[in-house]
């Protein structure tokens, strides 16, 4: 018995990765990093700051991860206008609204999650929105869907919860969940306005 349901956001309802991959490139090329579109796809749901922070130690460069962040954040926003929906993933919310608590849990941060959910006409669906700054570990840990459990108060067992990406996954097996993958939910996905990245 599905007690509540919580989707990812970012490639699962809305589809904004190949946006988030534009505004990454300029950011990597002003700053001289080294950074793959693969290596972006494979760590979907991590905090930008969090990504910036493991390529200044790794490329041994003293970068201000959370002002690259800020930086990114800035090239993101004018391409918002952009997002569309992934249709079969929202289409699962719409079915479900009213009759089971709804949540979302993103490794974005709030103000650019609540925006792109109001440009898809969908925040409503919504009784929570969890992101990046509501918990201290972030995918694959498990807390973020933890968190979004319990502000819709079903427990974590009684939940469903729907990713695009290998770590969303893992966390959301490791919070006691059903996982469901969008890759595999979707076996048409050209069909469903979303372009989908070779993993």
Known sequence: MIKGIIFDCDGTLADTMPLHWKAW??????????????????????PSRDILRMLGEEQKRAIDHLALAKEKEAEYLP?????????AV???AREHFGRIPLAVASGGNK?????VLQQLGIRDLFQAIVTSEDV???????????EAARRIEAPPQY???YEDTD?????????????????????????????WPNY
Do not use: W
């Open 25 to 46: 490139q300029t950011i990597v090329q002003r700053h001289k990093l080294q950074f793959t579109e693969d290596r972006f796809y494979a760590l979907g749901g991590v």
């Open 79 to 87: 391409l918002i206008g952009a997002a569309r929906p992934i249709q």
């Open 90 to 92: 929202v289409n699962i």
């Open 111 to 115: 103000p650019i999650i609540e925006r």
């Open 136 to 146: 201290k570990n972030q995918k694959p840990a498990p807390d973020i869907f933890l």
């Open 159 to 161: 939940c469903r919860a």
């Open 167 to 195: 770590l969303g996954m893992q966390a959301i097996r490791a919070a006691g969940m059903e996982a469901v993958d969008v890759r595999e939910l979707l076996l048409n996905p050209r069909d469903q306005n979303r372009s």
